[in-house]
């Protein structure tokens, strides 16, 4: 007999997909147990007084029985919705990045409580419509919780400073190569701007609260040239292609 269990926790729901007729599985992003992948019975058949509207994007106090791993939700309460629905699709495909990235990273490790707080406020952020600051910053502060930020302090061939300037950033050894060093770094090399370099820096210095404002100096810096460059070192180490990507860029067109 397998023993079953009772959890109550606060979640965000990241991800969802039909399941049958009626049921809807859902991806849900929890402080302590990093992502929980959980099943509502007959979501699209009852109109049930345990449940709120639930969709993704929303942080949710829910009740679950589990057996063997396997969650059923049977209550989920509304804490908090960052989008109006429908959502809009610069939101929608911001966030669906945001969700591709935390699942590829999902970790059994010590940091399912930041990374939670950090998706939390970069939802919040995408939610003013600051979009591209937003993904670039979940992007450094995942990398840096992950361990694997770049060396840009640092030539990782000679040890010496790297001076203002543009610059290789390698990504097989993850790091910036000086001038005189660059020309062992041909091959598998991303080029930083100084101007990035110098925000890569920042951003990786500063935590940013919850109350971000769209007018921030440092907001209006980003561009989608460094998220991009970002996002090709990023698929380097994990090797999967967000399928978000091109629905934000070609929605990012039309404003
Ligand atoms: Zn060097």
Known sequence: ???????????????????????????????????????????????????????VFQKMNFKASITDNFYIIYEAKSVETWFERPIKLTNLSSGNIIAELTINFNSINENNNYIYHLVSKCLKWISNDIFIFTLVYFQIKLLLAEGIFPEINICLNCNNKIQPGDYLLNLIESGIFCNKCSEKTKFSSLKLLEQEIRLLKHIKNTEYDNNLNINNIITKKVELSLYKKLSTYIKFYTNKELKSEKILFSSLNKY
């Open 1 to 55: 007999m397998q023993k079953r269990e009772y959890l109550n926790f606060e979640g965000i729901t990241i991800s969802s997909y039909e399941y049958g007729e009626f049921d809807k599985i859902f991806n849900i992003l929890s402080p302590h147990k990093g992502i929980i992948t959980a099943i509502i019975k007959r979501i699209r058949k009852t109109s049930n007084k345990n449940f709120d509207y639930i969709d």
